[in-house]
């Protein structure tokens, strides 16, 4: 751990923010014996916001597009990753689209697992876009050093992350710090106009709900063109990393990684979190050794404080029907979240005829930019760490074939992150063993419901 200056908790203003930033910037310029240039932004449009992007695949190099796309004051000055590959894509890449708010020098290209720390002290915002385990450390570690957050879903993977973010979301809070998290339906104005109705109680009372997420496998990184592409054989490690999609620890499974986004709409309607879940879920047709340890369909009923219930779906599964909607059922007619249609009593469409509706990507960066420079309340970490947990909820009881309630789940401290992975070199992290290997023919355990235990 560092031993930078923490400021003192309560609200921050505009103005003692800058202060509190420099403080951090100085502090963690000792720690990582970087240089930090002045730590100015806020008030007018003219500060510049300067960014730091902590993993630069697909998502992480779109939403810094988003985010050097919100003015003209803002740039790229660090960037973390541990491939160096997907590093030089995608600084190639958003360089060749935002040539002068490029501006990451060599000294702050960070590589390996614990380069986020250094990236995060070069910067006032930081977008968090690895793979969904690292992001409880790194969300927490941005905190501590002070600094304006856009995170990726899902926040955790598991019971101890998720408390973890929890609490580094009420210091952000005391910090006055700005937190974006990538669940972009809530930037969406055709979701926005829906909800508004469903509060309003245009469908009457809810009393229940239906969400999908049914596709095909997303990507597969198979040992074999990965051990043609090093010309080597990989640790265990590295390979899951590479493929990180089909191991707990880094991704979740595919409920939490994918099914999150409606799981997160279900939460929105009903204002909070689920209090219990049981499930089904097993691996029927997308077998072998390169897809690791997760399930290829899941089918959960959450339960609500108000008894109303959400029949949730998620499914990788190939030739079969495929959906990714949301749906609410009321007393007073049912609603098509995602198609943002009602039927009922007060039935109504969604049309956006005067075309005000951004794209949501683009929209939850201009959200979130407004709020740091217009200095208003902005803390999306708590709603995405509730919404996240429901889908570790929905795998605790799809993995075990158990019910399970919130209360116990969160009783488990279920922790899958590999230990110490941040404090050593990259040789020796990629030497540490995962929570997963495996066995001599190369497959992976699954969970076994009825056997396996949740905690
Ligand atoms: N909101 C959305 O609609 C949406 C869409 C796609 C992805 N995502 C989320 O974005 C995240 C990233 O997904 P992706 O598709 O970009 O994956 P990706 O594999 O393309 O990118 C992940 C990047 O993180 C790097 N990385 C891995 N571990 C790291 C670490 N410890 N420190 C620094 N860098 C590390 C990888 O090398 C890679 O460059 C996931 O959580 C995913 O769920 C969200």
Redesign the pocket.
Known sequence: MSNLIVPASGPVTRRSFFSTSTKFAAGAAALSTLPVERFVHGASPGDTIKIAL??????????ADQALSTGESVKLVAV????KD??DG?LAQLGSKHKNKVQVKDENKFM??D??KKAIAQADLVIL????G??PM?FEEAVRQGKHVFM???VCVDVAGYKKVIAAAAEAKKKNLKVGV???RHHQLGYLETMKRLHDGELGEIQAMRAYWNGNTPWVKTRASLEQQYGRKLTELEYQ??N??YFVW?CGDHIC??H??NLDVINWVKRGHPVKARGNGGCETRKGPDYGEIFDHHVVEFTYEDGSVCFSQCRHQLGCWNDVSEHAIGTKGVCNISGHTIRGEKSWRFRDDAKKAKNP?QQEHDDLFAAIRNDTPYNEAEYGANSSMTSVLGRMATYSGKEITWDKALESNLDTMVKG??QVPWEQAIRLTPPSVPGSDGMYKLAVPGKTTFG
Not at 54 to 63: C, E, L, N
Not at 129 to 132: G, Q
């Open positions: 902590v993993g630069m695949g697909g998502r992480g190099s779109g939403a973390a990753d541990v491939h997907r590093m995608s390996g697992f380069a986020y876009a690895t793979p969904p690292f992001r790194q990726e879903k899902p990538g669940l972009q990393m590479r990180w999609y880094v990684e994918q999150i986004h990507y992975i941040d």
